[in-house]
């Protein structure tokens, strides 16, 4: 990528990070205009529309950005993401493994790999993805919590405590953690009732 091109993606990607998403995307159609293979560009546009919720538009860029570069970590990354948003969990699975391919030990793209891999039914190896991911960056509040829903989910409810436990130890206002643990402890509950009771039954 030429010097002009470089300065231009890094003011769009400030752009993203200010939650100026519309100049963002405005900046990285400049570039287009002169470089139609421009990957980064392409990159930058369908995580902005990722933020935006605009699904349609970020899977029409981020498809051209596998186009022009298959090799991209990042553009495989992103479009895995997007199916995962939108709940194709088994093509958020074919894009995010060829990341990790490229970008091995990543702990955003193991987290993502990890969650889409629980959600499309393969439970263990995706739990023991997001184990990897947690290992690799512990105090990320985003693998704790998506670690925390599985085992939640799996009925893992000891190891679900702790880990939104950890995240209320990182950040003590996250609502989001408070309401999980709470659901924890409600669900363990019912769960040990239900078990008593059965076990009465038999």
């Not at 925390?148 to 190891?159: A, E, I």
């Amino acid at each position: 990528m030429s010097e002009e091109r470089n300065f231009l993606i890094q003011e769009a990607e400030q752009l993203k990070m200010d939650g100026n998403h519309a100049e963002a995307i405005a900046q990285c159609e400049k570039i287009l205009y002169s470089d139609l293979n421009c990957t980064e560009a392409y990159e930058e546009i369908g995580d902005n529309y990722l933020s935006l919720r605009e699904y349609d538009k970020a899977k029409k860029a981020l498809t051209q950005a596998v186009k022009t570069n298959a090799r991209s970590a990042n553009a495989n990354y992103l479009l895995g993401f997007m199916y995962s948003a939108i709940g194709d969990f088994k093509k958020s699975v074919k894009y995010l493994e060829i990341a990790d391919g490229y970008e091995a030990n990543h702990p955003e793209i193991l987290r993502c790999l990890g969650w889409s891999l629980y959600h499309d039914g393969q439970r263990q190896r995706g739990i023991v993805l997001l184990e990897r991911a947690l290992a690799l960056s512990p105090q990320d509040s985003l693998i704790l919590s998506d670690l925390g829903v599985c085992y939640l989910n799996s009925k893992k409810f000891d190891r679900a405590s702790i880990l939104f436990r950890n995240i209320l130890e990182i950040e003590p206002n996250n609502e989001k953690a408070k309401e999980c643990l709470n659901a924890v402890r409600f669900f363990k509950h019912e769960y040990t009732k239900l078990k008593e009771k059965n076990n009465k039954l038999s």
